[in-house]
């Protein structure tokens, strides 16, 4: 039976507006919807990090999986044949002249790099300073922003030339100064639109506190008034519902075409047109249906059969979407209950698909607990018959729930400002992504031996890149009277070895080796760019962190800070990767081509 992916199985669950934890196959995943408020800023890339593990690293049950073995095997004959063929000729397995380029000036490198990295915490203080009133970040802030980030870059490549470093020194410091510059970049423009949201929420605050003093009877008696209203209100809605279902075959409420309807999920003697309890577990919130019965009705059948125990299997439909079949099992009542077992709409990819299975089981064990002292309720004052209270209320819930991380990782949540600290900044630094957020999945330990099995894979990889550059590729430098074609052809399978180990390296081995010590649950740093069939394809799966952080804060930025079209959004984007790319290709060649 083919598996089913981890978002096709959390598409089955209701997100609930303060998020949800849903238990998939290959991890939980850890929702949080789209909030959009009057007041917030909130960015049109929402991007979500859940517990999974690398491409390569899930393919233990790919169908293929022994290619890879295969092309190990293959490269490792080669170098063998290749340090054999060496010592014949000159008496020395490998050469270490490519050594000797590499290594020149390595302490003034290291010194230099630990500055470039050093000088980023600047980015603290400064968030702490518009947090505080004395920046504002819309104007100012900005400026200062990326007229540092600016010094920063001319700084680094400026460097690389007095030093008159080669081509490996100044290619590696210019590419570090590249990923420094978007992580700061993130980190403040992230706080910026918190500390924008926050001193909103401030002065809303303000504003509710002065109406609700000047009320006879003060707070309390407002919250009363409140709860009250909130109360009355569901009962009236209630009521709504039960006449409607229980009106005869010529009055009956109208749904789509086999839709489940509330009346048709309880056979128990509960009142018709009164939703069930909801098992602990499954995750449905009203607020997310915009009063859509058909599909309360379905949610409440589920969660009924979910509780009733037995394994029952149901074909469900909503509107005109495709049939599709889940079966419960006996005894349980969590969201994780309700399987999948057919869709017949699209084809899904077979248990030897690149990404996780069910039978993917060496990944860190991710685990959330409920936390008791975060609050589940809303601003009190919600539902006031004064319009203006209750629509304050709303608006500061709204905000503290874009100010408030979801609580992924079971223990409390993370609100701003208390996550603008030093130790929350280098934390971030040694997590392997670009884009700044107030929490990320954690592993529950950081494995030693998987930190060591990378160490040894990164130098063992490195070795084999140093023999082919050794000798495949510097002794095939091109020569003036050399054809352009003879050069391609002597180059081509060096290169691409080169291309493929240097991907496994950095990709593979470095960021899974930082993100196992910073415990970063999340490790599709790639996707299978491999099986790309378009260049726009390849761009999105190949390097993950890039992307993530073009698509929040080029793309998504464009559009809704500077009111660009999609079209011309992208093709900013475009334009900046490309000019980043030949920015780094003139430093490493010193010429601009």
């Not at 270490?96 to 230099?112: G, V």
């Not at 500061?396 to 929350?424: A, C, H």
């Not at 079209?565 to 990767?577: H, Q, R």
Request: with cysteine; charged share 20%; hydrophobic share 40%.
């Amino acid at each position: 039976m083919p598996s089913k992916t981890a978002a096709q199985e959390a598409s089955k669950h209701v997100v609930s507006k303060k998020g949800s934890a849903i238990e998939t196959s290959s991890g939980t995943l850890h929702v949080q919807p789209y909030r959009p408020s009057k007041d917030s800023k909130q960015l049109l890339a929402k991007l979500t990090f859940v517990p999974r593990p690398s491409a390569l690293e899930s393919s233990g049950h790919d169908a293929f999986r022994g290619f890879y073995t295969l092309f190990w095997i293959s490269v490792g004959i080669l170098m063998i044949r290749t340090y054999v063929t060496s010592f014949d000729e000159t008496g020395y397995p490998l050469s270490l002249s490519f050594a000797a380029l590499f290594s020149k000036d390595a302490l003034t490198l290291a010194l230099s790099d630990a500055v470039l990295v050093a000088s980023t915490g600047l980015s603290v203080p400064f968030v702490k300073l518009m947090v505080d009133g004395y920046i504002p970040y819309a104007t100012l802030g900005v400026a200062i922003q990326h007229l540092y980030q600016g010094l920063m870059l001319g700084v680094a490549v400026k460097w690389t030339f007095d030093r008159r470093w080669e081509w490996v020194q100044s290619g590696f410091f210019t590419l570090h100064a590249l990923v420094m510059l978007m992580k700061v970049h993130s980190y403040v423009s992230i706080n910026g639109r918190f500390t924008q949201l926050f001193q909103k929420k401030q002065e809303q605050t303000k504003r509710l506190e002065s109406l609700v003093n000047a009320l006879p009877g003060g707070r309390s008696k407002a919250e009363i008034d409140a709860r009250d209203a909130r109360k009355l209100k569901e009962m009236e809605s209630t009521a709504a519902m039960s006449t409607a279902t229980t009106l005869g075959d010529d009055e009956k409420l109208k749904v789509p075409s086999g839709a489940v309807t509330p009346s048709s999920v309880h056979s128990d003697g509960t009142p018709t047109g009164t939703p069930k309890p909801i098992p602990n577990g499954i995750h449905v919130s009203t607020e997310t249906m915009d009063g859509d019965l058909a599909a309360l009705g379905l949610r409440n059948r589920l969660a009924q059969m979910a509780a009733a125990g037995g394994a029952q299997t149901a074909t469900v439909t909503v509107g005109d979407s495709t049939p599709t079949s889940f079966k419960l099992d006996r005894g349980t009542s969590s969201a994780s209950s309700a399987t999948p077992l057919e869709n017949t709409g699209k084809p899904q990819p077979s248990e030897g698909s690149y990404f996780p299975s069910s039978k993917t089981n060496d990944f860190p064990p991710h685990t959330v607990e409920s936390d008791p002292s975060v609050p589940s309720e809303r601003h009190p004052l919600i539902g006031h018959p004064d319009s203006t209270i209750s629509t304050l209320a709303q608006s500061i819930s709204d905000l503290d729930d874009e100010l408030t991380s979801t609580g992924i990782n079971g223990k409390g949540r993370v609100t701003f400002p208390e996550n603008v600290t030093l130790w929350n900044f280098c934390d971030y630094q040694l997590i392997p992504t670009l884009v700044y957020e107030l929490e990320y999945p954690r592993t529950d330990k950081v494995r030693i031996s998987y930190v060591f099995e990378k160490t040894v894979a990164f130098v063992g990889t490195f070795t084999l890149l140093y023999t082919i550059t050794e000798h495949y590729i510097i002794p095939m430098t091109p020569t003036p009277d050399q054809s352009f074609l003879r050069s391609m052809l002597d180059l081509a399978l060096p290169f691409m070895l080169s291309y493929l180990l240097l991907f496994y390296i950095i990709f593979e081995c470095i960021c899974n080796g930082f993100a196992e010590i910073s415990r970063f649950a999340d490790r599709q740093f790639y996707e299978d760019w491999w099986n790309s069939t378009s260049w726009d394809e390849f761009a999105r799966k190949w390097n993950k962190p890039v992307h993530s952080f073009l698509l929040r804060h080029v793309y998504a930025s464009s559009i809704s800070d500077y009111k660009f079209s999609k079209p011309s959004a992208a093709m900013i984007t475009f334009l900046l990767s490309a000019l980043l790319h030949e920015l780094v290709m003139a430093i490493v060649t010193k010429k601009i081509r």
